[in-house]
């Protein structure tokens, strides 16, 4: 069940980088992000301000895993961050490691959610970014938990 809706509208990838400096700085092992929207919503752009957020090293390179299908990125939280986009479905996802991934030694920010939808853990925070015009986006976070409401507690 979705609580507590935050809908908010950027101007610039800045200010979708710093929304996701907000959540990563509130952000707890075992958490997990996930991120709905079109190519060039600005996904992306977000897991670089929850990267910067939760402390990872500014010279660590947060790009999609492309040909991976999960990036690393050591921090104040361990981040594990996946791209959705080819995956065929959770029985790839979860081949992947993704029951580990969400054991609690790290969180997880998984861009293209919606095509792994029945492996994400209950408790997750919901990010959906859509295109609001050329450099504007409207980005709207739900909470389905205690764990993802605190990080919406830390945006509002
Ligand atoms: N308000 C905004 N928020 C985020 N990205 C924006 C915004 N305005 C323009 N952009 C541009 O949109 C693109 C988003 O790319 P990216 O984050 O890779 O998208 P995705 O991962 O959703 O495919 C970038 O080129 C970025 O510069
Ligand atoms: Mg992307």
């Given at each position: 069940m979705n609580r507590a809706e935050i809908s908010i509208t950027t101007e610039s990838p800045d200010?979708?980088?710093a929304i996701g400096q907000t959540i990563g700085r509130s952000l707890e092992?075992?958490?997990?992000?996930?991120?709905l929207g079109t190519l060039g919503a600005g996904k992306t752009e977000m897991v670089k301000?929850?990267?910067a957020g939760a402390e990872v090293d500014g010279d660590v390179v947060v790009n999609s895993p492309t040909y991976l299908i999960v990036n690393e990125y050591p921090g104040r939280v361990y981040l594990f961050h996946i791209d959705a986009y080819r995956l065929s479905g959770s029985e790839e996802l979860h081949a992947a490691g993704f029951g580990e991934m969400c054991d609690g030694r790290g969180a997880v920010v998984i861009e293209w959610a919606d095509r792994v939808e029945?492996?994400?853990?209950?408790?997750?925070l919901t990010v959906h970014i859509?295109?609001?015009g050329d450099q504007?986006?409207?980005?709207?976070?739900?909470t389905s938990g205690p764990r993802s409401q605190r990080i919406a507690d830390a945006v509002k």
């Open positions: 200010e979708t980088r092992a075992g958490a997990c992000i996930a991120l301000g929850i990267a029945d492996a994400l853990p209950a408790d997750r859509e295109h609001a504007s986006r409207r980005i709207r976070i739900a």
